[in-house]
């Protein structure tokens, strides 16, 4: 297994931390996320290139620093398990869609109220992901035997993705939103992009509230299978770091992105399964065999655009 040094030093921790801070303040404040409107195709394919496009330009940075500063080799070998960790996070990402999809239809949000909502979950997801990765970050460092369980993990997951790929969760049975509702005072209806109003002298909680508590729990889940998937390609927690987040601040232009066109992409699920099932194998035959990342990363790339052009013939044909 890889070694936990990082090549993230105190300056580039910070820097990258800074620019993160940066485009959520502009995203919040200066391109209307304060505004409530129905994001469209068109924006929300420009901002997926952009995010696409500031990953590529972090990377080739980070390629061009590393190069003048520890060598060829090593430039190389980061920039290549930036860009592979970013599109496994990035594919799994979607399985977030597909949830968001069903709980904002569940609760009957309008398409111009489901962007506040999504900005904090990924304010949330941001939070949990830094945390969450440092802490496991230092457990691989401390026990390098927790890889193998993060293996077994992930093929367990793999598997049950695969059996479970048709049959959509119950929402009315999950405990945190069965809890909220009987500890909390709900109103009736929606009111706007308000998480809770007045009524009465006493403080109701909105229906969006529970859709913000229902964004953030998918969140916990999402991160527990994604982040060890991750540490398959590499353990250095600062790449681990940058490109986790990079997938994440683009996740909801990629929600409003295939929000009208996620049944066309009923497949993918299956793809991602067999991806984090083939990333948990990998791991537990470390030992062994190790997997190159180039093979990782062309293995992902087919699994992923397998799934797709599956998907999109097979709803062709079930159109015609």
Do not use: C
Request: proline share 3%.
């Amino acid at each position: 297994m890889n070694n936990t040094v990082s090549i993230g030093e105190p300056w580039m921790w910070g820097a990258f931390i800074a620019f993160v801070l940066v485009m959520l303040a502009l995203d919040l404040f200066v391109f209307g996320g304060k505004k409530a409107h129905k994001v469209g195709v068109k924006e929300a394919a420009l901002w997926s290139l952009a995010w696409f496009s500031l990953a590529l330009v972090f990377n080739a940075g980070l390629w061009w620093y590393l190069n003048g500063t520890l060598g060829a080799d090593i430039a190389d070998k980061k920039a290549l398990e930036f860009f592979t960790g970013y599109l496994i996070e990035k594919s799994l990402s979607v399985d977030n869609v597909f949830v968001f999809l069903l709980i904002f239809a569940a609760f009957r949000v309008p398409a111009e109220y489901q962007r506040r909502v999504l900005i904090y979950g990924v304010l949330g997801a941001i939070v949990l992901r830094a945390i969450m990765i440092l802490a496991g970050a230092w457990v691989v460092r401390e026990f390098n035997w927790v890889l193998y369980f993060f293996g077994a993990f992930l093929v367990i997951t793999g598997m049950r993705m695969l059996v479970m790929a048709e049959k959509a969760p119950d929402l009315e049975q999950n405990p945190v939103l069965r809890f909220a509702r009987r500890h909390l005072r709900i109103s009736d209806g929606h009111h706007g992009e308000k998480f809770s109003v007045m009524k009465d002298g006493a403080r109701y909680f909105t229906p969006l509230f529970l859709v913000l508590i229902l964004i953030e729990t998918s969140d916990v889940v999402f991160a527990v299978d994604s982040i060890p998937a991750i540490f398959a390609i590499t353990t250095d927690p600062f790449i681990v770091f940058t490109s986790n987040i990079f997938a994440i601040m683009g996740l909801r232009a990629l929600y409003f992105l295939l929000a009208d066109v996620a049944d066309r992409f009923h497949l993918l699920k299956y793809g991602l399964a067999m991806v984090l099932t083939f990333i948990g194998t990998k791991m537990l035959i470390a030992p062994w065999y190790h997997v190159p990342v180039q093979a990782s990363l062309a293995i992902v790339a087919v699994l992923i655009g397998a799934s797709v052009i599956a998907s999109l013939i097979a709803t062709r044909k079930k159109r015609a």
